[in-house]
Each structure stands twice: as structure tokens, then as C-alpha cells.
């Protein structure tokens, strides 16, 4: 049987931290969007070289895209944070699809311990995410709209709003939980499904639930970006709309 | 919890990650690519509004000479309507002037005519009148005494002198 394994293995113990397998693939991760970035803009020109027209087809596509979604007004603010979910999650989920991610390991106690697992197929990884989203979000929408932004929680002027308020704070937790299994569980359930497509039939099969999970990854990449960017808008307009109404 | 695979640390671990992420994409790619979006954006609309601009100029300039041509033809057209004019005008001057200098030389000729028939009457007469004299004087002395020689050619004279004045 292959092997399944909902949590993160860990590889190793470094000064008392613990190193797992998904953690070093973010960092994989990282190096390569750091990397990509160091390349694009080495020296920008205003004819680009090609990989610049690569960063600025993306830049601009995602800047165009997110001012469409989360308003044109405060999109400068949000931009580093929702493209950054953007392409981290895009990128994160295309590597686990790489061969040899899951599959190049060693044996400890009879356990079969893989050296790269998929950056988004850890829980770890998506509920920091949707933590660092929703603490985000809150950030936001309180340096947009003021201390009045709080009346979106706590708010004693009737009995309704204070129930609604109640409902909000139920909300945005449910959020955080919602984001990080909504990315999590595609993401494993797509690696799950392939590690079992290829182990019962290994050639050519597999294939087209190859491109399934490319797309998978595509479409959880866009969707954690832009119910963030709808939530920032909702946040940042929130104590408008209280005030005029 | 620990079923899931969740670990405080490891979740502290990927925050700060992502946050480093946010932080040097933002360094990195965002501002220095929209930047220099932004900047080729403004670059093209000033080099086509830099285009219009000179199209327009060109245009007007184009006019411009037009009009400096058409002026110049005008003009020259002007000037030679009124070189042919002057040169009419000088034609019958000049014609007017050879017609008042012919009459004058005609005029001149004849007076010169006139006085020199004069003049040849009077020699003529002059002449015939010594011829006379002379004639008188040889049939004379012929015929007359001197007395009546003298007496004659004194009477003669004074009538020839009559007739000379």
C-alpha cells in the first residue's frame, strides 16, 4: 500500500525545532519566488528582457485582476498580500505535482518518511495562510475605517447589532477555518488521488488526473486570493456603509 | 489536533514564512514592476501625445506654406500685370515722344527749305542784276556818249535798286 499520511512528516530536529518535509518544501518554495523575483527585476528596462515581460504579464494580470475584485481605491494596499497568497499557493501546489516530491524518501521504523511533501498539503502551512488573511483582513479594515471598525464586533446600541456582532466574531473565525480546509483538503485529497491512480495503474492513466490537479492547483490559488480580496473590500467599506446608514 | 498534523510551532513557523514572502515579493517584484509599468505607461501616453502634438504642428506648418505659396503667386502675378502695364505705358511714350521729334525735324527741314529758296532768289537776282549791269555797259559804250552813258546806268541802277528791295 502507499503510503498516507494526513500530517506532515518530520525529517529532523534542528536546535529543538522540528524540520518537516512540508516546511522544507516551503522553503523551496520561497527560494524560487525569490529567486524568480531577483532574476525579473535585476535590471529592469523599459524594454523588458523576457523573463521582466514574464514578471510584468503576471504583476500587472494579478493587479488588473484584483483592482476588478477588491476595488480600485485601496487596492495599493492590498495587493503585496493578496497577490503573495496568490502566487505562494500557485507555486506551492504546482511543486507537489513535481516527481519526486512525495515519493523520494528513507524508512524510519518501518515508516516510509518522504523528504519533499506539497507546501499546502499541511495544515500547518494553509491555516497560517487563512490566519495571516484573516489577521489581515481585521488589520485592514481597522487602519481603513478607523476605531470605528470595532462596531463591527462589539456594538451596544440595540439588541440586534449586538447579536449581529456576535455573528461577525463567529464569522471571521469561521473564515480562518473554512480557508485553511477548503486549501488543505483539495490540495491532499488531489495528492491522495493521484498516489492512488498510480499505484494501481502506473503508466499513461494518471495523466489526465495530472492535469486535473494542475488545474486544482490554479483554482485554490484564485480562490483563497480572491474571497480574500472580497473579504478586505467587505472590511474596508464596512464602517462606511454603517456611518451613511 | 495532533491527528491533523498541527504543531504550534511549525504553524508560528509557516506564518513567519509567509510573512517573509509577503514582505520580499513586495520589495522584490510588486513595487519595482508596477513601477516600471507605470512608468512605460506614462512614456507612451507623452510619446503619443508628444506625436499629436508634432502631427498638429506639422499640419499647420503645411498650411502655412500653402498659403505663403499662394501669396507668392498672387504677388508675382501682381507684378507682372503691372511690368506689362509700365511696359505699355513706356511703348506709347516713347512712340509719342519719336512722333513730336519727327515732326520737329520735319518741321525744322522745311523752315531750312524755305530760308535756303530765299537765299537763291536773292543770289539769283543779284547775279542777273550784274549780268545786267555788265550787258548794259558793253551795248552802251557802243552806242551812248559817255555823258549819256552815265545818265542811263545811274537811272538804271536806281530802278534795279527798286527792284532788289
Not at chain 2, 511696359?87 to 524755305?114: P, R
Request: no cysteine; proline share 3%; net charge neutral.
Amino acid at each position: 500500500m502507499p503510503h498516507i499520511s494526513l500530517a506532515a512528516e518530520k525529517i529532523g530536529i534542528l536546535f529543538g525545532f522540528p524540520i518537516s518535509n512540508s516546511l522544507l518544501t516551503t522553503w523551496l518554495v520561497m527560494g524560487i519566488l525569490a529567486l524568480f523575483s531577483l532574476l525579473a527585476t535585476r535590471n529592469l528596462s523599459l524594454v523588458p528582457s523576457p523573463i521582466q515581460s514574464v514578471a510584468e504579464l503576471v504583476v500587472g494580470g494579478l493587479y488588473s485582476f484584483f483592482s476588478g475584485v477588491a476595488g480600485k481605491s485601496h487596492i495599493r494596499l492590498f495587493f503585496p498580500l493578496i497577490a503573495s497568497l496568490f502566487l505562494f499557493i500557485i507555486i506551492a501546489n504546482w511543486f507537489g505535482l513535481l516527481p519526486g516530491v512525495g515519493t523520494v524518501g528513507f524508512f524510519r521504523h518501518e515508516e516510509f518518511v518522504p523528504i519533499l511533501r506539497g507546501a499546502t498539503a499541511d495544515l500547518n502551512t494553509t491555516l497560517a495562510l487563512a490566519v495571516t488573511a484573516v489577521v489581515a483582513i481585521q488589520y485592514f479594515g481597522f487602519k481603513t475605517v478607523g476605531s470605528h471598525y470595532t462596531m463591527r464586533f462589539v456594538n451596544l446600541k440595540n439588541p440586534i447589532s449586538f447579536f449581529l456582532g456576535i455573528l461577525e466574531i463567529i464569522s471571521e473565525v469561521s473564515k480562518i477555518v473554512s480557508f485553511a480546509f477548503r486549501l488543505f483538503g483539495n490540495i491532499f485529497a488531489g495528492e491522495v488521488l493521484l498516489t492512488v491512480i498510480a499505484f494501481l495503474v502506473p503508466f499513461i492513466v494518471p495523466l489526465p488526473f495530472l492535469m486535473l490537479e494542475i488545474f486544482v492547483g490554479f483554482i485554490q490559488a484564485l480562490v483563497f486570493s480572491m474571497l480574500t480580496a472580497v473579504f478586505l473590500n467587505v472590511a474596508v467599506s464596512h464602517g462606511g456603509g454603517e456611518s451613511h446608514g | 489536533m495532533e491527528q491533523l498534523g498541527i504543531e504550534p510551532t511549525l504553524l508560528l513557523a509557516q506564518i513567519i514564512n509567509f510573512s517573509i514572502i509577503v514582505f520580499v515579493l513586495t520589495r522584490l517584484l510588486y513595487k519595482p514592476i508596477l513601477g516600471i509599468l507605470e512608468k512605460r505607461k506614462k512614456e507612451i501616453e507623452e510619446s503619443l501625445a508628444r506625436a499629436e502634438k508634432l502631427k498638429r504642428e506639422e499640419e499647420k506648418f503645411k498650411q502655412k506654406g500653402e498659403k505663403l505659396l499662394d501669396e507668392a503667386r498672387r504677388e508675382g502675378r501682381k507684378i507682372l500685370e503691372e511690368a506689362k502695364k509700365q511696359g505699355k505705358l513706356a511703348e506709347k511714350e516713347i512712340i509719342a515722344e519719336a512722333h513730336n521729334e519727327a515732326s520737329d525735324i520735319v518741321k525744322k527741314g522745311k523752315t531750312e527749305v524755305v530760308r535756303m529758296e530765299e537765299e537763291m532768289e536773292k543770289g539769283v537776282r543779284q547775279q542777273a542784276v550784274t549780268l545786267a549791269i555788265a550787258m548794259a555797259k558793253r551795248l552802251l559804250t557802243a552806242v551812248l556818249s559817255e555823258k549819256d552813258q552815265h545818265r542811263v546806268i545811274s537811272e538804271q541802277l536806281k530802278e534795279l535798286e527798286k527792284v532788289v528791295e
